[in-house]
């Protein structure tokens, strides 16, 4: 059985497994039962969720699963082998749990997609749910300022207007183990003359990356989410302003230094079709039916 799938321009068949005879399709309450920050779904992929609160937008009140890290190498991998997807790798080395970069946000929805046709045929996922990105009013109650934000304005109406509010609290600088940015641990490397548009790392901040870390290797926050600061920027779902062409991008990265980048409130805007060695995207489980 195939599907097609269109997205921005791109056509995208799948060839969807038929089910297994033997084994009923799993039930709403299978996959959405005892789903908490202790007890994470898991995927086929080993991709873990865990229930976000939403309050305010058109998921208000809805169970929102959220992937607890990036999408990582390893995950992206599986699509790319399968459907054969263009993706130039960065220009450094990473391993299987480094987060998948050089990724559109154009692909990231057709991962989404392919996942979801995915877990369906394999029984990993109840019809009336499936995998997408999360939107940006979803990606502000992650990280903790849902409710302080109005769901209804346009993402880039809302860019760094909290200025006390970071993924891991108040505090200013950050304290260790907050994340992966632009920290001390680039002093040798730009010295050496890479990375030389970076001006000013973060001074008394180490996390000893210069680049990517592998995903879940900082502190999560309340929800047991990791990486909503620093490591990679992560797309959304959304247009970022009322032109209704380029996509928005929450969080910060391993280039981030300036306080006011790594605001919770920060948004990039950027063409769906750009890839960047510092942007990847986090999934979630959410009803299809919205």
Not at 3 to 31: C, F, N, Q, T, Y
Not at 38 to 49: A, C, D, H, R
Not at 252 to 264: N, P, Y
Request: aromatic share 12%; glycine share 8%; proline share 8%.
């Amino acid at each position: 059985m195939a599907a097609v799938v269109l997205a921005m321009g791109a056509m995208l068949i799948l060839h969807k497994r038929e089910p297994h005879k033997d084994r009923p399709p799993a039930s709403s309450a299978w996959l959405l039962g005892p789903v908490t920050k202790e007890k994470p779904f898991v995927n086929s992929l080993g991709m873990k969720f865990v229930p976000v609160p939403i309050q305010g937008g058109p998921s208000d009140g809805q169970l929102v699963l959220f992937s607890v890290w990036d999408t990582r190498v390893e995950d992206y991998e599986a699509y790319h082998q399968e459907i054969k997807t263009p993706w130039m790798k960065p220009d450094f080395q990473q391993g299987p749990t480094h987060p998948a970069v050089n990724v559109s946000w154009t692909n990231a929805t057709l991962f989404c997609q392919w996942l979801t046709l995915r877990e369906l045929a394999a029984h990993r996922l109840t019809t009336g749910w499936c995998y997408r990105l999360p939107s940006d009013h979803e990606w502000s109650c992650a990280v903790g300022i849902g409710e302080r934000e109005d769901a209804a304005k346009l993402p880039m109406e809302k860019d760094r207007k909290l200025t006390d509010a970071f993924p891991w609290g108040t505090q200013w600088p950050p304290p260790a183990r907050a994340g992966n940015f632009a920290g001390e641990e680039l002093q040798p490397v730009k010295a050496a003359g890479k990375y030389a548009w970076i001006k000013n790392p973060l001074v008394g901040y180490r996390d000893n990356f210069v680049e990517t870390a592998p995903v879940g290797s900082f502190l999560a926050n309340r929800f047991g989410l990791f990486d909503l600061g620093g490591n990679v920027v992560e797309w959304c779902g959304d247009f970022a302003d009322e032109r209704r062409s380029a996509r928005v991008l929450r969080g910060a990265s391993w280039h981030t230094s300036e306080r006011g980048d790594l605001l919770s409130s920060r948004r990039y805007s950027t063409q769906p079709i750009s890839i960047y060695d510092s942007t990847s995207f986090r999934c979630v489980i959410a009803s299809s039916e919205r």
